[in-house]
């Protein structure tokens, strides 16, 4: 499986709530399941050979959400966050964190700051954390970051306005994965997708494992990837 793997995956980690309500547990118990996942999966990939990974996490539009179901996800983020940051810290995964920072409570922010920087000379797979995050938003923060310094119209090119971007030094994600049987982005890597390929599996995510991770990579080696050429 170490052949013709794509360098960059990024996942929708969708399905943690309807896994619950299958098996009639309480909402915070699938968000416990799905987050208890990562680890494993990240794993596996990197086994695989595969250098980057972007997880959605949780989206701008998350705060939607019963607020109770919120304070659980923000709550169980940050014991998470401490226990497995230094888990994969052990496995040379170096963390990064895509999304907006300061909307963020301060004792999270902290722990997320705290991963990163005690994981940033790890050597081995990039685990990028889109938390907080939403397309749409990083583009326009983009924008704007571009506007106030005053950069020439003429200088403004694609890859300027990825070095804007969160995920700027990370190469676009080659295969994406959407769990839970969903076939949309849901404001997920809009600018870094334009070329992506997408691979939607029925499995809710606290159940991806071995199985879906190696039907993925076999679809993913399936398609012919043109960037808009013949």
């Not at 049987?181 to 890597?189: D, H, P, T, V």
Request: proline share 3%; hydrophobic share 35%.
């Amino acid at each position: 499986m170490k052949e013709h793997v794509p360098k960059h995956i990024a996942v929708i980690m969708d399905g943690n709530g309807r896994w619950a309500n299958s098996r009639g547990l309480d909402i915070s118990e699938g968000h416990l399941a799905g987050y208890q996942n990562i680890r494993p999966v990240i794993s596996k990939f990197a086994q695989l050979g595969i250098k980057y990974v972007t997880i959605y996490a949780f989206s701008t539009e998350n705060w939607d959400r019963p607020k109770s179901e919120v304070d659980s996800i923000l709550e169980l983020a940050g014991s998470v966050i401490k226990d497995e940051s230094n888990l994969m810290g052990r496995e040379n995964i170096r963390i990064l964190h895509a999304g907006d920072s300061e909307g963020l409570p301060n004792s999270l922010r902290s722990d997320i700051e705290q991963s990163v920087e005690e994981t940033k000379n790890n050597t081995g797979l990039t685990l990028c954390v889109a938390f907080n995050y939403g397309g749409r938003g990083e583009i326009i923060r983009a924008i704007k970051k571009i506007i106030r310094e005053g950069i020439e119209e003429d200088k403004i090119n694609e890859t300027l306005l990825c070095g804007y971007m969160y995920t700027h030094g990370i190469p676009d994600p080659d295969l994406i994965i959407r769990t839970g049987g969903e076939f949309r982005l849901s404001n997920f890597l809009i600018w870094q997708s334009a070329y992506s390929e997408f691979h939607s599996t029925p499995v809710f995510w606290p159940d991806f494992g071995l199985k879906e991770i190696n039907q993925s990579i076999v679809t993913y080696r399936s398609r012919k990837r043109r960037f808009g050429r013949r």
